[in-house]
């Protein structure tokens, strides 16, 4: 059970206290509060855990500090969606603001190289309206003699660039806890001039300790890789752990599944589970068409195959789209034959707009058939 209390009720007030008193007498029920800190107002809510089908939500209802009580249906019981469950789906980030009603790009590096390919990245985004990338620093890779990233090295030269071309968020991946430190370092040594989403991927999607770590944490958002050989339910779980830690700014991300058949692609491409992903949580969902299809290959229309698999995802209802692009792909450390030319970024860009707008249309239709029936 939820308990969601009146914006802005302070825990000194009297009313928060009445309550927690109420609820602190209930049997074999523990009591665990969220707060929820929105640009305008902090809105509390408290999770009951324990066996809490026999309490009395009318009782609780009737607490003055109460807004509103939701019975918790599923397994996730922060960021699942409920019967009755109104809360925002909703957050803003530096600037950015992430929801499922929306669709920010993160167009950028899997892996961060040199100096210069991040300087040509950022300008070309600045100059095509961007406020968000990718750059990878710490790269998870499947050999021990591949390139491993610069790790906190490029950090001082990546922020400062992000500040200089207008970049409000960068998608960084994390694998240790270590990171999220040396991120927040260097981000208060360069006079923050951009902000960081943290992304966990898809080979520690069940690092439980490095979830706990970046979800005890709220100075960053997370966008979590759903785990490319685990069921959708596991990986839902961990985001989950994420919430269940104090941080529900949580962005769940399909980056295509592992699969047996002999793909034509690196994985098989999920992005058929963007609306169910939206049905059961409350968390924006991303689409990462560069790791699902894995190369540059276009079929006889002569768009790329991450184009078409990007458009599946936006058609879809998709929030985000994380997708790698390279000013010199051959001489690229970390899956060059994946990434996008400069001179697509433009191209890349209208045909996401084309999606979205098919998508919106698409709602449209959907509510004239409602309104009509
Ligand atoms: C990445 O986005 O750079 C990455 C390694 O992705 P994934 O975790 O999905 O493989
Ligand atoms: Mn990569």
Known sequence: ??????????????????????????????VRAHDVVGAQQTLTELYLIGDTALLNAEEIQSFEAV??????????????????????????????????????VFAGLCAVDTRAHVEVMMKALHEHGQVCTRMGAYKPRTSPYSFQGHGKSCLPY????????????????????????EIRQALDDAGNPTGVMLQIGTRNV????????AGRQTDFPVVLKRGFGITLEESLNAAEYLASEGNSRVVFCLRGVKSHFGDPHRNLVDFVHVPVVKSLTRMPVCVDP??????????????????????????????MVLVDFHPDPPRALVDGPQALRMEELPWFLEDVRIAREAYEKRCKVQAQVMSDS
Not at 206 to 213: R, V
Not at 290 to 299: L, P
């Open 1 to 30: 059970m939820i308990i969601i209390l009146h914006p802005d009720t302070g825990k000194n007030d009297a009313a928060y206290r009445k309550l927690m008193q109420h609820l602190g007498g209930l049997k074999g029920i523990t």
């Open 67 to 104: 807004e509103r009580v939701v019975r918790v249906s599923r397994e996730y019981r922060i960021l699942g969606r409920h019967k009755d469950d109104h809360r925002p789906s909703q957050f803003t980030y530096n600037g950015v603001t992430f929801g499922q009603d929306r669709l920010n």
């Open 206 to 213: 069940q690092n439980f300790e490095l979830l706990k770590s």
């Open 290 to 319: 560069s790791h699902s299809v894995g190369s540059r290959h276009s079929g006889p229309d002569h768009i790329p195959d991450i184009f078409h698999a990007t458009a599946q995802g936006v058609i879809a209802g998709a929030n």
């Open 158 to 181: 990546v922020f400062e660039l992000a500040g200089r071309y207008g970049i409000g968020v960068i998608s960084m991946e994390v694998t240790h806890e270590a990171h999220i430190e």
